[in-house]
Each structure stands twice: as structure tokens, then as C-alpha cells.
């Protein structure tokens, strides 16, 4: 296992159309976050799951988007019609339970709307 | 979660020593002070964590007084690899049943030279 996968690396998509972005955490973490990051600034807290369960969910989230990490393992985040707001990089983390704040982040998803 | 002021950007040389400090004047009992590195298109990665007096790993070293209202992070001997930004976070971990979230800041935009 050699970290945090995201897929794509990179997403240009046409406003009002919906994206899937994956995370595969490290294997025996059986926590996952989800992060959003714009330009000049550091990453925003999206949601998190502890396994299968979603636990937080920020305001950021907005009905658009959804995430679920089905059996906890991988996890999607969904963006429904797409805004060009919503342009920023997707990033991803997972921890053990026990680790306080040891987390390992992916290399994140750069998406674009245009 | 305590707030967190660092400064914007730091300039350095090569070989020289760096030292980044932190303000979090409203750090809770049961808080750590984490520091992650992020360079551009990459997520964050955990450099360091400590509670109090000092800490060192094979990266760098973690310096916080006793009353934890500030901490340095040192860099010892930068090299131009180091270049990158620098977050300090403070928090429980959700240890405390608060949440389970990271709160980045803007960070120290640290840039080594030749």
C-alpha cells in the first residue's frame, strides 16, 4: 500500500455537469476526509467518515455535493451540476482512529469548470 | 479549535537554518500543535506534532514553550527542496468528541534559495 489514491488527477468538465471523484485511503485506516482547496489558500474541511459512517459533514457542502464511502473503504464525492465555483483542488486524507492528527493526504484532484 | 497566525511568506538560503513560529494564544488543554508541508499540486504532509517543550524527528524540530501559546517549527539546513508552504494547526484530534476535522490557515509560503 503506498498511500492515498485519488482518480482523476485532473477534471475539466462543463458547467451543470456532474463529476465523481474517488479516494482509496490506506488500507487499515478507517478514517476518510474529504478537502477542498482554492489558489492562495489552505484546504477547508468538506466531510469525513469514520468506516462507512459519515460523521461531519461542513456547510461547505452543499446540496450538490454528496459523498459515501460504501463498506469503508474507498469513497466518492459527487458534485452535481457544476458551478464554476467550484473549481479548486479535491483533496483526500485518511488516518487511524487512534493517530491524532497523523494525516496522510493524497495528491488530490484539480478540477475545473468552465 | 484555537486560531492560528503565522506569517505569509519567509525567505531563506540554502544551508541556513529556518525557524517559523506560530501563535495560538487560545490553545486548549487537551490540544497539540501539528505541523504539515505542502508543496504545489500535492496534498499536505505531516512534517510534525508535539504537546510541549521540544520535539525532533529526522525532518525537523518542534519547539513550544510553557504556555504553549506559540510554537517554532526549525528547519535545519534548508535546502531549494524545502520550498513549499508551511501549515501550523492546533487541535484535540476530536480526542475530546469536538469533531475530527483539520483548520488550515493561509500558512508560511517559505522560499529557499540558491
Known amino acids: 500500500d503506498t498511500g492515498v489514491s485519488q482518480n482523476p488527477r485532473h477534471k475539466i468538465t462543463k458547467r451543470g455537469q456532474n463529476v465523481t471523484f474517488r479516494c482509496d485511503p490506506i488500507s487499515e485506516h478507517n478514517r476518510l476526509y474529504w478537502y477542498r482547496q482554492t489558489l492562495g489558500q489552505g484546504p477547508e474541511f468538506l466531510t469525513y467518515?469514520?468506516?462507512?459512517?459519515?460523521?461531519?459533514k461542513s456547510r461547505l457542502l452543499s446540496d450538490r455535493f454528496s459523498a459515501e464511502r460504501p463498506k469503508g473503504s474507498f469513497s466518492t464525492l459527487e458534485i452535481q451540476r457544476t458551478e464554476q465555483g467550484d473549481s479548486a483542488m479535491y483533496l483526500c486524507a485518511s488516518s487511524l482512529e487512534t493517530v491524532n492528527y497523523g494525516y496522510t493526504f493524497g495528491s488530490g484532484t484539480r478540477l475545473t469548470v468552465v | 479549535l484555537a486560531k492560528t497566525t503565522q506569517p505569509i511568506s519567509m525567505d531563506s538560503y540554502e544551508g541556513q537554518e529556518v525557524n517559523i513560529t506560530c501563535s495560538h494564544n487560545?490553545?486548549?488543554?487537551?490540544?497539540?500543535i501539528t505541523w504539515y508541508q505542502q508543496f504545489p499540486s500535492q496534498g499536505p504532509r505531516f512534517i510534525i506534532q508535539?504537546?510541549?517543550t521540544k520535539v525532533t524527528n529526522e525532518v525537523a524540530s518542534l519547539f513550544i514553550p510553557a504556555d504553549r501559546k506559540s510554537s517554532t517549527l526549525s528547519l535545519p539546513r534548508v535546502s531549494l527542496s524545502d520550498t513549499a508552504v508551511y501549515y501550523c494547526l492546533v487541535g484535540d484530534g476530536g480526542l475530546t468528541g469536538g469533531g475530527n476535522k483539520l483548520t488550515f490557515g493561509t500558512g508560511t509560503q517559505l522560499k529557499v534559495e540558491l
Open positions: 508535539g504537546y510541549k
Open positions: 467518515f469514520q468506516n462507512e459512517a459519515q460523521l461531519e
Open positions: 487560545n490553545i486548549a488543554t487537551n490540544d497539540y
